[in-house]
């Protein structure tokens, strides 16, 4: 079990949570989150995530490991069933959806299943992978965790996989095909970019995050 616990910023009234799932560089999420001036604490205690006002879910590398990593915390059920509002970076959002290939092309990882959409290759028409670098956002959904955020503006990416645009999509991105930048569903939201690496617009994302008033959130997710 691990437990890590960031200075308290003055601004910081929340209990913020960083889930541990051993594959994320959990630092440089804890140190964006200290720049805006609130708190955050690295855990993969149950009972702390479970008793968070927000969750952040970072992650890189395989799908594979990290489920492994996920299963072998007994954290599935527990991330399944969160209520408060939970943002995930990169591997994080793919995590939450159905399932994502891992080599082979019928070796599918089962994911957690929060969001019904499926991480597929990422079908770049020749381009470069992985999709690695700056790349703007080409549609923006009405949402409060993206307030300020528009179409143009830039992202940091590093994937190869990518959900498909879906009735979940709450912003895209095109490299080669178009595919979506950020997912959401009820409580749920995912950004396949880094926001701990994305300048100010990143920070802007976290911000208003963590700033989430969770009943606004709620409202405002039903009538999309």
């Excluded at 541990?20 to 690295?42: H, P, Q, W, Y």
């Excluded at 995530?49 to 007994?74: C, L, Q, R, T």
């Excluded at 381009?127 to 549609?139: D, E, I, Q, S």
């Excluded at 307030?147 to 879906?166: L, T």
Aim: charged share 20%.
């Amino acid at each position: 079990m691990t437990t890590l616990t960031a200075n308290k910023g003055s601004a910081d009234k929340t209990n913020n949570v960083i889930v541990d799932t051993g594959c994320a560089n959990l630092s440089s999420v804890k140190f964006a989150i200290e720049r805006l001036g609130f708190t955050a604490t690295i855990t993969d205690d149950i009972e702390q995530i479970k008793a968070a006002d927000k969750v952040i879910f970072p992650g890189v590398g395989s799908a594979k490991h990290a489920m492994n990593n996920i299963i072998e915390k007994n954290l599935v059920t527990t991330l399944q069933n969160l209520t408060q509002p939970v943002l995930g970076f990169c591997l994080g959002m793919q995590l939450m959806t159905e399932s994502s290939p891992e080599g082979l092309k019928d070796d599918l990882v089962e994911c957690l299943g929060i969001i019904p959409t499926k991480v597929t290759p990422l079908d770049a028409k020749g381009n470069r992978l992985p999709h690695m670098g700056w790349n703007t956002l080409t549609k923006v959904a009405e949402h409060p965790v993206l307030k300020g955020i528009n179409v143009g503006d830039y992202f940091y990416f590093v994937h190869s996989f990518a959900a498909p645009i879906s009735e979940y999509t709450l912003a895209s991105c095109e490299y080669g095909t178009e595919f979506s930048a950020i997912i959401g569903k009820d409580n749920f939201i995912g950004c396949q970019f880094h926001p701990e690496r994305s300048s100010e617009l990143g920070s802007k994302i976290i911000q208003n995050f963590l700033e989430l008033d969770s009943t606004q959130m709620q409202s405002e997710l039903s009538s999309l």
